[in-house]
């Protein structure tokens, strides 16, 4: 049975050190503080939510909600998103999308200061990631399977690893990060050939597919490291995700398990780069 990459751990260890760098901001007088804005009340939006919440509060961030029903106005959200960048006291923003769509998603992203972009939807974030520059911030599900392999000590430099996914939100960024962490990186998609064999040739294999139980006994082998993006409902109601767990676990080295693994890192990375934000404020 192969090791599991549970995200507990690494989310204890990083509480630990958020919760004393918010008492040192807080001693400076800055308490670091979230804006989070909702348009509608999807049940996805309202899980992750109450996770960032908690996850907040266990980092000493506070956290303020902007909640707007299903059929506001463009201009009503843009105007929020005015008011979160302009308050000194808001130091990130976190934007629940996909937004209802008479709003466009592409004037959101514009509209958000990059300073206080803590998940990664600005271009300057973007920008930040490709080049290496402190504007903006990675995603945080991106961000979250690298601490993960971090906090599990799993090697990266030299290592060929393979991101099964191109999204913008999870496969792309992603695959820059792990290029930062000086990894060989692999990216498939749709219309990669030669799937299931370019998947079993990482080291690390990254499965960010949004498809359920794609990764079947075939795309891995021996000595693989597996982190599993996906997040799906089953018709019990049970949560599984891109890679199917039981068909794989007995061949690769370690695998995170879903629920309870990659997804769990996104919002303690949401309350890290937070506290992130609000430290830039005084440099
Ligand atoms: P997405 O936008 O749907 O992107 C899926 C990617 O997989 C696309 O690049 C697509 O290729 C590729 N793909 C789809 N079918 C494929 C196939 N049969 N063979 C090879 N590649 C294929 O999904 P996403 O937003 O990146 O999310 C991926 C997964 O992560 C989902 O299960 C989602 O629920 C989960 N997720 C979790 C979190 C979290 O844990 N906090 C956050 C975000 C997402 P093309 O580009 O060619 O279409």
Known sequence: MADLLKALPA????????????QSLALGGIQPALGIL???????????????????EQAGVQ???????????????LEEI????????????????????????????????????VDG???????GIFSGSRVGFPPCTPQGCLELLRHY????????AVVLGRSLVVGKPLSMLLLGENATVTVCHSRT??????CRSGDILIAAVGRREMVTADFVRPGQVIIDVGIHVREDGSLCGDVDFEAVKDIVTAISPVPGGAGTMTAAVLAKHTIEAAERTLS
């Open 193 to 198: 050939e030669g799937l299931a064999e370019l």
């Open 38 to 56: 909702r348009v509608g009340e999807r049940p996805d939006d309202l899980s992750y939510e109450k996770g960032a919440v908690k996850r907040c």
């Open 153 to 160: 000590g799993i090697p990266l430099e030299g290592k060929r």
């Open 11 to 22: 989310v204890k260890e990083m509480m630990a050190g958020l919760k004393s760098r918010s």
């Open 121 to 127: 939807i600005t271009s300057q974030s973007m920008a």
């Open 82 to 117: 005015k008011k979160l960048n302009q308050d000194k006291g808001i130091h990130g923003v976190l934007i629940f999308r996909p937004l209802p769509p008479q709003i466009d998603d592409n004037a959101v992203c514009r509209a958000l200061a990059p300073e206080k972009d």
């Open 63 to 77: 956290v303020r909600r902007v909640v707007l029903p299903e059929d506001a106005s463009q201009e009503e959200v």
